[in-house]
C-alpha cells in the first residue's frame, strides 16, 4: 500500500521569498515519487521525478527535490517565487513495478503576493 | 506536449442518462488511465488500461465502466449518471515505469 500526505491545503508566499510545499510517503516498496503542477484550468505538467539516481532531484521552472528515505519526505522547493508559480501543485507515489500505479497526495495551493 | 485530446471538453446532463467520455493518444503508450479530480480529494484513479482489451479497476470505480479496443482510445462510460460524478475527469498516458501525461480534462456537470 502507498500514500501521500501534503500538509495544509493553501501556502502563500511573497514574491522573491522562498518556496517549500511539503510531501511525506508511505510505501512498501521503493518508491517512485514525482511532483506535478497545475494551473487553472489545465491538466498535470510534470516538475520533476525521482527515480532512485541521484536524491537531490532538478526539475523545471526552478524547482528542485530531495529525496529523505529516514524522513519519508520529498518535499519541494524553489530558492525565490516568481508570481507564474502561483498554481496547485500535487505529490504522487508509484512502485517501481511495471504496473505500478500512481497515488496522489490532496494538492496544495500555491499563491504568490507582489 | 504529449498527444493527449479529451473529448467534450465541457458536458452538462441530467441524472439518469448515460454519458461516454473519450481520450485520444498519438504517442502509442501502452497504459492509459482515467482519474476524476474533486476539492480535497486530490486526483483518484478510476480505471485503467495495460494494453488493448486489458483493463483494471481503480480506487473508485463503482458506477464506472470502461473499454480500450485500439491503442489510441481509452472511453469512460457513466452508465446512469449521479449527482456525485460532477467532477473533473482527466486522463492520462504512460509506458508503464515512467511519469504520467496528462490530457486537458474534461468538466461533467451531472444536474
Given at each position: ?114 | ?45 478510476i480505471h ?9 479497476k481503480g480506487?473508485v470505480s463503482d458506477?464506472y ?47
Amino acid at each position: 500500500a502507498q500514500s501521500v500526505t501534503q500538509l495544509g491545503s493553501h501556502v502563500s508566499v511573497s514574491e522573491g521569498a522562498l518556496v517549500l510545499l511539503r510531501c511525506n510517503y508511505s510505501s512498501s516498496v521503493p518508491p517512485y515519487l514525482f511532483w506535478y503542477v497545475q494551473y487553472p484550468n489545465q491538466g498535470l505538467q510534470l516538475l520533476l521525478k525521482y527515480t532512485s539516481a541521484a536524491t537531490l532531484v532538478k526539475g523545471i521552472n526552478g524547482f528542485e527535490a530531495e529525496f529523505k528515505k529516514s524522513e519519508t519526505s520529498f518535499h519541494l522547493t524553489k530558492p525565490s517565487a516568481h508570481m507564474s508559480d502561483a498554481a496547485e501543485y500535487f505529490c504522487a507515489v508509484s512502485g517501481i513495478g511495471a504496473n505500478s500505479k500512481l497515488t496522489f497526495g490532496k494538492g496544495i495551493t500555491l499563491s504568490v503576493r507582489p | 506536449d504529449a498527444g493527449i485530446t479529451q473529448s467534450p471538453r465541457h458536458k452538462v446532463t441530467e441524472t439518469g442518462t448515460p454519458v461516454t467520455l473519450r481520450c485520444h493518444q498519438t504517442e502509442n503508450h501502452r497504459y492509459m488511465y482515467w482519474y476524476r479530480q474533486d476539492p480535497g480529494h486530490g486526483l483518484r484513479l478510476i480505471h485503467y488500461s495495460y494494453g488493448v482489451k486489458d483493463t483494471d479497476k481503480g480506487e473508485v470505480s463503482d458506477g464506472y465502466s470502461v473499454s480500450r479496443s485500439k491503442t489510441e482510445d481509452f472511453l469512460l462510460t457513466l452508465e446512469s449518471a449521479t449527482s456525485s460524478q460532477t467532477s473533473v475527469y482527466f486522463c492520462a498516458i504512460s509506458e508503464g515505469l515512467a511519469e504520467q501525461f496528462f490530457g486537458p480534462g474534461t468538466r461533467l456537470t451531472v444536474l
